[in-house]
């Protein structure tokens, strides 16, 4: 038997039950294996109950002497009370709304039940402890820690115990390690062998900590592991060197209407000193919304096209590219070079001559000049710029490609860069993003990237009034007092989340909408905007809002993405408590982008306190770097962008965030890399978990 023995050549394990393991993803006994357990019941030190703490954690163990239900008439609910006793005492047992306890335990029964113990009134009780009935086979239960598993229809905890206590036992003995010995001992690991025992059938709560501890390590130095090597396969490549041009560089900042600011300064040495050397960029420039991040794109971009490379800058939507399109001419108007927007389809095409406002050309002449490297700087979609399926002649090619500049996604592979160019080189590579992330997740999953951050806002920036509201009226109030100003209004409408999403999404918006244009502002002008909507009309529908053409735009999350419309003043977002904090951020940042003072409304009808506490985030911090650190602790990295994706094992994600097992493990992972090749098992494992996992 190995890792890789199909499930149902496991002693136990019949047809049945194989179907049942395949619900929960366990074909092999690897999966089996790794299938650890939720939580631990701890029944290992027994106390007598004349013995048993008041107001602490017990166990005990004893008969049950009668157990019956009580309907309480208050709050019409259910109590189950049972008398224990055992050799030196007896005590009163209650469970809150488990009606079933009454049928499933009997009078007679041995049973063992761990759980708080209070004096209430002039009784002592024991409250909704957990709990093993005994019978004399069950010696795997009884006196130990108790692993308990996540269930599903016909497998039980008690199951896989009695499955995996003789497997393990069978086994133990013949599992090979999988990390380096020195790895183990420096690091003071369990062996895998040890591990495996631990974390299912622990000695103690402290060997199931130690156990997972072990497995966490193992997969965090793996993903340091592929980082570090993916660096070094990049430096291996080659990059045409582009070098600093001080005077354009000088040139260009005294050009723009204000400085600088010290983060902005301190990336663009950064990303300059980069693309100076011969082995290709491959940096993530990170930046709250408004923090300047385009500016650094220009300016890398004029570097390199003074150098006769070409660049490329490719955005997610087409409303971006346009503005970025905007931004590039407006600020290199004086620098004699051409820009070309390589929009969608409405097949529309423009590109920017010498000193001549934007002209339309066809998208074929403007692929022609691009391959000709008449274009400087090629602006557009990712999925135009690199749509393989596109015919031949409408693909895009460079004839010098030096720069390729992605805004708002944190990668763009080697191989797909290597396409766009031309020569036998790879483009350097600067990504931008607003999306917060927490430095921890930044150096486990992007590890391979280097990163540059922008961390203040240019001064003199408006703070945006950030409110939570529960009265929805006094927020209408004031939408109405900006309106009238003639500002203009987002509302955004709560995250739906459900197999029918979409449908829901829509119908909710469409609801939203509804409300808004009949009910409260008869009188505003009003839109909505969806992700099932064309791209034609959604970006209609936001060229349209950026010219005033209308006062309030209702919409779901698709706004999320970085659209400038300095006239927007107030973001009002419905159930706020749906969306994280670095996505509420994200929201609050497509308002206070012109001079007027800004508001961010979230409503909630949440009670919860926590949750509360946890939208006043939004009142409390204005950096999206702060508020996703607070994310990230109280909800996990699951909601960050993408995280779910990867494919990283649920029991390594709450640990993500734990900077000293970081530390350890690109250390670990750092020393061992130059002696890879003698360790074949670590090698072979890398491969294969390269094939598993996506870190985008
Ligand atoms: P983002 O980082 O969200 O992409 P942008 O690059 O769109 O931000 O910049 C937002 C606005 O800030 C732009 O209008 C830009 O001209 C302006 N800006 C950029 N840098 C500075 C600065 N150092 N001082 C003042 N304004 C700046
Ligand atoms: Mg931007």
């Known amino acids: 038997m190995n890792f890789g023995t199909p499930v149902e050549n496991i002693p136990h394990v019949g047809p049945a039950y194989q179907k049942r393991l395949k619900k929960l993803k366990i074909r092999t006994l690897a999966d089996f294996l790794y299938n650890f357990p939720r939580e631990y019941k701890d029944f290992s030190k027994i106390s007598k109950i004349k013995d048993i703490k008041i107001n602490a954690e017990n166990c005990i163990k004893g008969k049950i002497i009668e157990i019956k239900e009580e309907k309480s008439s208050f709050k019409r ?15 009163e047992v209650v469970w809150f709304n488990q009606p079933y306890l009454a049928k499933t335990l009997k009078a007679d029964e041995e049973i063992m039940l761990s759980g708080k113990v209070n004096l209430n009134r002039y009784q002592v009780q024991m409250m909704s402890p957990s709990f093993e009935k005994i019978s004399l086979k069950e010696s795997i239960h009884i006196g130990r820690i108790i692993p308990v ?48 025992e631990e974390i299912h059938f622990p000695q103690t709560i402290e060997m199931a900590t130690n156990a997972r501890r072990r497995f966490v390590f193992e997969q965090m130095f793996l993903i340091s592991l592929l980082n570090i090597k993916k660096r070094k396969e990049f430096q291996k490549e080659k990059a045409p060197s582009i070098p600093i041009n001080l005077e354009i560089i000088k040139r260009f900042t005294n050009s723009l209407p204000f400085k600088l600011t010290d983060g902005q300064k301190k990336s663009s040495w950064q990303i300059l000193k980069d693309m100076e050397r011969s082995f290709p960029m491959n940096r993530l420039l990170q930046g709250d919304v408004g923090s300047g991040k385009t500016v650094l794109a220009v300016l890398a971009s004029i570097n390199a096209v003074k150098a006769k490379k070409q660049v490329v800058l490719m955005a997610p939507t087409e409303i971006l590219t346009k503005q970025h399109f905007k931004t590039f001419f407006n600020l290199l108007k004086s620098f004699n070079i051409n820009i070309g927007l390589l929009t969608g389809k409405e097949d529309l095409y423009y590109s920017k001559k010498l000193k001549s406002d934007t002209i339309e050309i066809s998208r074929k002449k403007l692929l022609e000049k691009t391959q000709k490297g008449e274009i400087d700087i090629l602006i557009g979609t990712q999925a135009l710029i690199t749509q393989e399926k596109s015919k031949k002649e409408n693909k895009v090619k460079f004839k010098d490609l030096g720069l390729i500049v992605i805004d708002e996604q944190h990668r763009f592979g080697v191989k797909q860069r290597a396409t766009l160019s031309p020569k036998n080189d790879i483009p350097h590579l600067l990504s931008m993003t607003a999306t917060p992330i927490p430095r921890t997740l930044t150096l486990t999953i992007w590890g391979d990237l280097d990163l540059s951050i922008i ?53 909710a918006v469409t609801d939203e909408y509804e409300k808004i244009s009949k009910d409260i502002f008869p009188n505003f002008r009003i839109e ?10 959604k970006d209609k529908i936001m060229r349209d809002f950026k010219n005033k053409k209308f006062d309030i735009l209702v919409s779901t999350s698709v706004v999320e993405v970085g659209i400038d419309i300095p006239n927007a003043t107030v973001m009002m977002i419905e159930g706020a408590d749906r969306f994280g904090l670095a996505q509420l951020h994200q929201f609050r940042g497509r308002v206070g982008r012109g001079s007027n003072q800004s508001y961010c409304f979230l409503l909630t009808d949440s009670k919860s306190k926590t949750t509360i506490q946890r939208i006043n985030a939004m009142v409390k911090y204005d950096s999206g770097f702060k508020l996703s650190e607070i994310d990230l602790k109280l909800r996990g990295p699951g909601d960050f962008s993408g995280v779910r994706q990867w494919g990283i094992p649920d029991f390594v994600m709450s640990s993500l965030n734990n900077m000293e097992l970081i530390k350890e493990t690109r250390e670990a992972a750092e020393n061992i890399i130059p002696f890879l090749n003698k360790h074949p098992i670590l090698e072979k494992r890398l491969q294969s978990f390269e094939e598993k996992i996506h870190l985008e």
């Open 149 to 196: 598993y996540t269930e599903t229809k016909g497998i039980t905890s008690k199951w896989i115990r009695y499955t995996l206590k003789p497997l393990i036992d069978n086994i133990k003995d013949k599992i090979p390690e999988t990390l380096p010995e020195e790895i183990i001992r420096k690091y003071n690991l369990l062996t895998l062998s040890q591990a495996i």
């Open 455 to 507: 961390d203040k806002l240019p001064q003199g920036r408006k703070k945006i009034k950030t409110e939570v509201i529960t009265n929805r009226e006094k927020a209408y109030k004031l939408i109405e007092k900006e309106i009238e100003k003639g500002r203009q209004a987002f509302v955004i409408c709560p995250r739906i989340e459900s197999d029918e999403d979409d449908k829901l999404t829509i119908k």
């Open 77 to 91: 609910m259910s109590i189950v009370k049972a008398l224990i006793e055992d050799e030196s005492a007896s005590i």
């Open 528 to 537: 909505m905007l969806h992700g099932k909507m064309k791209t034609k009309e």
